[in-house]
């Protein structure tokens, strides 16, 4: 499981070469004796269908150096999220349920660890977990009293960049879209300004909304 720091570090990463190729394997997968070899094949296939060919030896040389991580009969493991560019080799273990997706991309998916992140500490206790969103959404309310939050993608757009997001919060429905890949580059900016980023379900996003922000003042 992914910690935030190490977020935070694997994104500095971004400034290398690309493209990244970010791959969720379920554990079923990844038990079976020829997983690597059988995940680097597939993927090979479909770097070829959007890159030269002859782009593809210095990810295959990754695939060559990986390895399962251990302890992944851990009851609490269910799958694996793993980051390949040219120069990188990142795996992390899942606490959350996955299907197999190969996405290839200047950035990195990063939502799916966004998940096993957030509230890392506490997501086994229902009283501490509720007492979050509760916090999240008190903050919400408070910080929009003074102007300090938006709900606009427009907005939210031009103030990422910027390092003015304190708090990137996403409707889990609405990360599914086809606005994924917008949400998944504002997490990937607010993270590396320092900012949070959380992924709700409809019922404890704040006013129910698909995306907000509480801004810094």
């Given at each position: 499981?992914?910690?935030?720091?190490?977020l935070?570090?694997?994104?500095?990463?971004?400034s290398q070469?690309?493209?990244?190729?970010?791959?969720?394997?379920?554990?079923?997968n990844?038990?079976?004796?020829?997983f690597?070899?059988?995940?680097?094949?597939?993927?090979?296939?479909?770097?070829?269908?959007?890159?030269?060919?002859?782009d593809?030896?210095?990810?295959?040389?990754k695939?060559?150096?990986?390895?399962?991580?251990r302890?992944?009969?851990?009851?609490?493991?269910?799958?694996?999220?793993?980051?390949?560019?040219?120069?990188?080799?990142?795996?992390?273990?899942?606490?959350?349920?996955?299907?197999?997706t190969?996405?290839?991309?200047?950035?990195?998916?990063?939502?799916?660890?966004?998940?096993?992140?957030q509230?890392?500490?506490?997501?086994?206790?229902?009283?501490?977990?509720?007492?979050?969103?509760?916090?999240?959404?008190?903050?919400?309310?408070?910080?929009?009293?003074?102007?300090?939050?938006?709900?606009?993608?427009?907005?939210?757009v031009?103030l990422?960049?910027?390092?003015?997001?304190?708090?990137?919060?996403?409707n889990?429905?609405?990360?599914?879209?086809?606005?994924?890949?917008?949400?998944?580059?504002?997490?990937?900016?607010?993270?590396g300004?320092?900012?949070?980023?959380?992924?709700?379900?409809?019922?404890?996003m704040?006013?129910?909304?698909?995306?907000?922000?509480?801004?810094?003042?």
């Amino acid at each position: 499981m992914a910690t935030n720091l190490q977020l935070r570090s694997m994104l500095t990463l971004e400034s290398q070469p690309g493209p990244f190729i970010s791959i969720f394997v379920p554990l079923d997968n990844v038990r079976n004796r020829d997983f690597v070899t059988n995940l680097s094949n597939r993927v090979r296939l479909s770097f070829k269908n959007k890159y030269p060919d002859n782009d593809w030896s210095p990810y295959q040389a990754k695939f060559d150096k990986m390895k399962v991580p251990r302890m992944l009969g851990a009851r609490s493991t269910k799958g694996l999220a793993i980051y390949v560019g040219p120069t990188i080799l990142k795996v992390f273990k899942l606490n959350h349920e996955v299907n197999e997706t190969i996405v290839m991309d200047d950035t990195m998916k990063i939502i799916e660890l966004i998940v096993d992140t957030q509230f890392k500490h506490i997501q086994r206790s229902h009283h501490l977990f509720d007492a979050a969103i509760k916090n999240i959404k008190v903050h919400y309310h408070e910080a929009s009293q003074m102007d300090l939050t938006s709900d606009k993608l427009d907005d939210i757009v031009k103030l990422a960049p910027a390092g003015r997001i304190d708090a990137l919060i996403i409707n889990t429905a609405a990360s599914q879209e086809a606005k994924n890949h917008i949400l998944n580059d504002l997490a990937i900016t607010v993270i590396g300004f320092g900012g949070n980023v959380f992924l709700l379900n409809n019922e404890e996003m704040p006013d129910n909304k698909g995306v907000a922000v509480i801004k810094r003042g």
